[in-house]
């Protein structure tokens, strides 16, 4: 079975450009979880999606930050404009409901570097 | 509060011997889920073990053992028989309660040395 796929693995941009990362969960997992890695402060979540709908957004630092889920097997995270201090590594994760231990699976990661 | 408290950030293990890595938590929800997650250098989040709150015996998963003391809200992970490979951050996570839409908490990491 195909994991949780995100892309592009890199991306380098320079200030002010838009950013897109794509996810696409493992397929019958209705939640879906965007987290953002860095040294200074760890594993954050950003947002989560439980049957396409943002459940919680709370975590997302700023407006330039916005996330959408059309379908079950695709979501976005998308930063406009972008800032140096937004590099890190953003990480999607899926799982499903009604299944005893609610595993967590990730993607492999997009290494963002804003310059 | 921290619902994932993990204190050690770096750990250091000799080859062929056992560690212990910490992890305490913070709940009053009866019903919660422990997880441990590895991550190697190369950058991906692995799942290693599960513990359920109503498990009556600790998880086991091949070297890796979950130390698990409810009254002291303490998940430990063991791993015995340290490999060069074990060399990695470990996370330490929770799912609390059972309509959060499978919500995790995550704990800051330890990061384990495997010396040769």
């Known amino acids: 079975d195909a994991g949780v796929i995100q892309s592009p693995r890199h991306e380098v941009t320079e200030m002010g450009q838009e950013v897109t990362l794509r996810c696409k969960p493992i397929?019958?997992?209705?939640?879906l979880f965007w987290y953002r890695q860095t040294m200074m402060r760890g594993l954050e979540l950003l947002i989560y999606?439980?049957?396409?709908?943002?459940?919680?957004d709370s975590g997302m630092p700023e407006d330039r930050f916005s996330a959408k889920m059309p379908n079950a097997s695709f979501s976005t995270l998308k930063i406009q404009p972008s800032e140096p201090r937004d590099s890190a590594v953003y990480f999607c994760?899926?799982?499903?409901?009604?299944?005893?231990?609610?595993?967590?699976?990730f993607g492999a990661g997009t290494r963002l570097s804003v310059l | 509060a921290q619902k994932i408290t993990q204190t050690q950030p770096g750990m250091f293990v000799q080859e062929k011997e056992a560690v212990t890595l910490d992890c305490t938590y913070d709940?009053?929800?009866?019903?919660?889920?422990l997880f441990w997650y590895k991550q190697p250098s190369s950058g991906e989040m692995i799942f290693l073990i599960y513990?359920?709150?109503?498990?009556?015996q600790n998880a086991t998963e091949g070297r890796y053992s979950l130390n698990f003391q409810k009254a002291r809200k303490s998940a430990n992970l063991v791993i015995s028989a340290s490999q060069l490979g074990d060399s990695a951050m470990y996370f330490c996570a929770m799912r609390e309660g059972v309509d959060n839409f499978n919500k995790f908490y995550f704990g800051s990491g330890t990061k384990l040395n495997v010396k040769p």
């Open positions: 709940t009053s929800d009866p019903s919660y889920g």
């Open positions: 994760a899926s799982t499903r409901d009604a299944v005893a231990k609610n595993i967590q699976y």
């Open positions: 999606f439980n049957n396409n709908v943002p459940i919680d």
């Open positions: 397929s019958g997992h209705n939640s």
């Open positions: 513990q359920g709150s109503y498990d009556q």
